[in-house]
C-alpha cells in the first residue's frame, strides 16, 4: 500500500444551520463545490482542488456557460485552501480537519479534510421580519397580491406580517424536527442533491406543512382579511 489514511474525526449525520452567518456560507457559490465534494469523504487539499474544479466545470456546462466563463470559476489549490480556512473558523465550522494521509516512503504527510456533518440542515430564512424597509416592502407586495385574489377585500399589513412571521418559523422548527428524529433516512434520500436543489426540497416541504396545519392559522388569516 503506498498510502495509508489515518481518521480520527466522525462528523455528526445531522448539523441544524439557525446562524446567520453560516447559513450565507452555506449558499456562496465559492464554497459549495468544497461541502458538495466532501460528501465523498475526507480529502486531501489537492484531491479537494481537482474534485472542486471538475465539479464547477460540470455545473456550468448543465448552465449553459461559455468556456470562459466556467474557466474563470476554477480554482487554484492556494485559493481552495483559503476557503477551506473559511469553512473551518470556529464561527462557521461546516469543515475541519479530520486526520492525515501517510505515504510510503515520505516522511511528510498530509492533512484529511471532512465536512462537519454529513447533512446541513438550513432552517429557511426566505425573509427577515424585522421592522425595515426591505421586510416591509415584501410584505406589501404579499398584502398587494393577495388583495387582487381577494378581491373587494382589504389586507392589515400589519396582522399579514405576524401570520407570516409565526408560520416561516413554524414550517423551519418543524422540518428541522423531521430531519434531527429521521436524520439517517433524510441523509439517504438527498445524498445527491445540490445545496440549490436541497433548498427547493425544503421550501416545498414548509408548504406541505403548512398545508397540513392550516386550521392552526385559519382564525389568524381571516383578521388579516378584515377592514384596516
Known sequence: MSAQNFIDYEPE?????????????????????ILVVLRDGPMTIDEIAIRYNEYVEIQGRVSNLDSDAIEKSKKSCMTVYRYLKDLEKENIRLVTQAGRRIEKGK??????????????????????YRDDETSNKFV?????????????????KHLLKKLLKKMDTDASEAGAKVFEENNEAVTELIKDLTFKEFDKHLTQLSFLIMLFESEKYLEDFKKCCETE
Open 140 to 156: 406589501d407586495v404579499q398584502a398587494s397580491l393577495l388583495q387582487l385574489y381577494m378581491k373587494n377585500t382589504k389586507i392589515s
Open 107 to 128: 516522511t511528510t504527510t498530509k492533512a484529511l479534510y471532512s465536512r462537519t456533518a454529513r447533512l446541513f440542515y438550513p432552517i429557511l430564512k426566505s425573509v427577515d
Open 13 to 33: 449525520a445531522i448539523k441544524i444551520v439557525r446562524d446567520e452567518e453560516v447559513y450565507k456560507v452555506l449558499f456562496d457559490p465559492v464554497y459549495e463545490p
